[in-house]
């Protein structure tokens, strides 16, 4: 995607062989890139959210296992690999399945072999998940055009975090088919919501979309039920970590407040995700494993001063206890329809198998 008229994307290797990723937690105020240089350095971005978003951390995964082939080949550091990196982040299924991706792949082969296929399979996920996230954008881009012929007006559209081309390798799940829309000519307006504790949609979405041109506005997060029921939103579309098989969707804290609040005044609710994303393990989205993160996250915020110094204010009174569990379920009963690679579905194991029966019939 385009960062004031130039083409990025969030991982790639340089022209010395080696994987750079942008650093995510200095935007909006800095636009900057890292240099990972092993698979310890992979780690630290995804655990330390440098890196953040179900592909992209499953993208940035997958290079890690491939600086640490470069490093040791043997079967004690392909293992070593892949415990370190599996314990970063528990909740994102992209992780895992990338992971066991590269490792079924590495495992058979001679050590002297694996350091160039974990190099050339890491880009070719990387490809993969670009094209994957194209394709939700060439798919979601129907509903988007459908609303718009329906009321000859702007489409107002409301979305959660931040699943834009940030949170993968390229175009994004639930913001790809707004790109598509924008760049199709139709009129689009994005609101977006803060998403605390990070402000993910204040920070990212914002960002990106403002770089890329579309029209947003940037909106607090309790402001959403409000706007439903003033009718000044047409439409919910939010990405997801993990999506059970049954349709159950786990995302940023909040989501599910904004399924609610659809749900109540008749707004559809669209999930936007790439079948890495499908956990076909997993049938309830009770069984998903929800990281807490830092209390910091919560009681601190960081920002630009009038000055422009950067600077991290504490909000919360000393001694007062903090929680901050990081994602919640929306159970597929409030979930419109699932947007995929492979088409629209309804959040059902029915509707997943119809789009996906291999998968299904292996789970």
């Not at 994957?132 to 959660?160: S, Y």
């Not at 069984?287 to 600077?311: F, K, N, Q």
């Amino acid at each position: 995607m385009n960062v004031d008229g130039v083409p990025y994307r969030t991982i790639w290797r340089t022209e010395s062989g080696a994987v750079a990723i942008l650093d995510q937690t200095r935007l909006p105020h800095a636009f900057e890139t890292v240099v990972l240089d092993d698979v310890e350095a992979a780690a630290h971005a995804i655990s330390a959210m440098l890196v953040r978003g179900a592909p992209l951390i499953g993208a940035t995964a997958a290079y890690g296992m491939a600086l640490a082939m470069e490093r040791d080949s043997s079967d004690a550091n392909l293992k070593a690999a892949h415990a370190l990196l599996l314990a970063t982040r528990p909740t994102a299924v992209n992780l895992r399945w990338a992971l066991d991706a590269m490792t079924a792949l590495l495992s058979p082969m001679a050590p002297s072999a694996r350091a160039e296929a974990a190099s050339a399979e890491a880009a070719r996920l990387c490809d993969e998940d670009a094209a994957i996230c194209e394709a939700i954008g060439d798919h979601g881009l129907p509903i988007i055009r459908g609303l718009h012929e329906m009321k000859n007006d702007t489409v107002n559209i409301l979305t959660h975090c931040n699943a834009g081309w940030l949170a993968t390798v390229d175009w994004g799940t639930a913001i790809a088919p707004i790109y598509k829309a924008f760049d199709a000519g139709l009129p689009v307006h994005v609101w977006v919501d803060e998403t605390r504790p990070r402000n993910q949609g204040a920070g990212l979405t914002a960002w990106e979309l403002g770089r890329h041109g579309v029209p947003h506005t940037v909106i607090v997060d309790n402001a959403g039920g409000h706007l439903m029921q003033q009718g000044l939103v047409d439409m919910v579309i939010t990405g997801t970590d993990r999506t059970t098989a049954h349709g159950d969707v786990c995302n940023k804290i909040g989501t599910y407040l904004k399924a609610l609040a659809a749900h109540d005044n008749g707004v559809p609710f669209y999930v936007a995700l790439p079948s890495p994303t499908i956990d076909w393990t997993m049938a309830s989205g009770r069984d998903v494993p929800i990281e807490e993160r830092s209390g910091e996250e919560v009681s601190h915020l960081t920002g630009r001063t009038a000055d422009g110094r950067i600077e991290t204010i504490q909000i919360t009174p000393e001694g007062s206890a903090l929680g901050n569990p990081a994602f919640d379920v929306t159970p597929a009963r409030l979930v419109t329809a699932l947007v995929t690679e492979r088409g629209v579905c309804d959040a059902s194991p029915e509707g997943l198998a119809g789009l996906f029966p291999e998968f299904a019939r292996a789970a």
